[in-house]
């Protein structure tokens, strides 16, 4: 596992310089943004101003930024503008377009032949703030042990790496989502995730989720029984870590920021 210095270091900053995001160490980039792009997603919208883009000067641009990792582990950062129409996509039909643009279905599953002649699923996604697609190696996504403690079968794992939505024994729906910042969209603002990394188990506390796509009703706080256990057995387990005057609320800023999540490694183009 990369150490927090190590995965910094993979950030391509002249790159981050040239669109006025780094500079002298300060890398003029929310935390949640940076995470988002050292776990392979999209950032969220980020304005940049003052750039030159392929020799053309551009006052102010709205876009996502996200890091592309080729077959040589070649890093390079990829700039998302907003399109005024809807960008194609090459292993799509004008069908399977048309029923993602419109949510129809939120994810296309199709096969992918590689540059090396490796043949591997590929989801795709349409993004709506950006107008673009999204697509990722679904195998590459991190494996979900369980969800505020409960344990995810085997199906449930197969079906959220395909970007299926889940749902729990307690009614908690979620859905692994390449557009969204975090990754994970649900009806529930709140979920710890147990999530296996380099053969170990790690704990990722999300506050702040977007809700599902196709749900009607207001999302949830999220302070459901398995939750509230499952905090405060990790409080618990770690309280050597954890001083006593620690709220609940700074045990989640601390967790957050400890816990490693580059797992979501994958090339989104």
Do not use: C, W
């Amino acid at each position: 596992m990369e150490n927090s210095k190590s995965k910094m270091e993979i950030l391509p900053l002249q790159e981050l310089e040239k669109l006025g995001l780094y500079k002298d160490g300060d890398l003029k980039l929310r935390p949640q943004d940076i995470e988002s792009l050292l776990s392979g997603r999209r950032t969220d919208m980020v304005s940049l101003k003052e750039i030159q883009i392929e020799g053309i000067e551009i006052d102010k641009l709205d876009a996502k930024l996200s890091l592309y990792r080729d077959e040589k582990d070649n890093i390079t950062l990829q700039i998302h503008p907003i399109y005024n129409k809807p960008q194609k996509h090459p292993l799509l039909t004008n069908e399977e377009t048309e029923a993602l643009i419109s949510g129809e279905v939120n994810v296309m599953s199709k096969i992918h032949k590689t540059r090396d002649d490796q043949i591997i699923p590929i989801n795709i996604e349409y993004d709506k703030q950006t107008k673009d697609f999204v697509s990722y190696d679904p195998s590459r996504l991190p494996q979900i042990i369980e969800v505020n403690g409960i344990p995810l079968s085997s199906q449930q794992q197969e079906d959220f790496r395909k970007g299926k939505l889940i749902e729990l024994q307690d009614g908690t729906r979620l859905q692994h989502s390449a557009t969204d910042s975090q990754g994970i969209l649900s009806d529930r603002k709140r979920l710890i995730l147990s999530v296996l990394i380099d053969g170990g188990l790690s704990y990722l506390i999300f506050r702040e989720l977007k809700n599902l796509r196709d749900n009607r009703h207001d999302q949830s706080e999220g302070l459901t029984k398995n939750y509230n256990e499952t905090l405060a057995k990790l409080i618990l387990e770690n309280k050597e870590n954890v001083d006593k005057q620690t709220t609940v609320k700074d045990y989640h800023a601390q967790m957050n920021n400890s816990t490693p999540s580059d797992s979501y490694r994958y090339p989104s183009r």
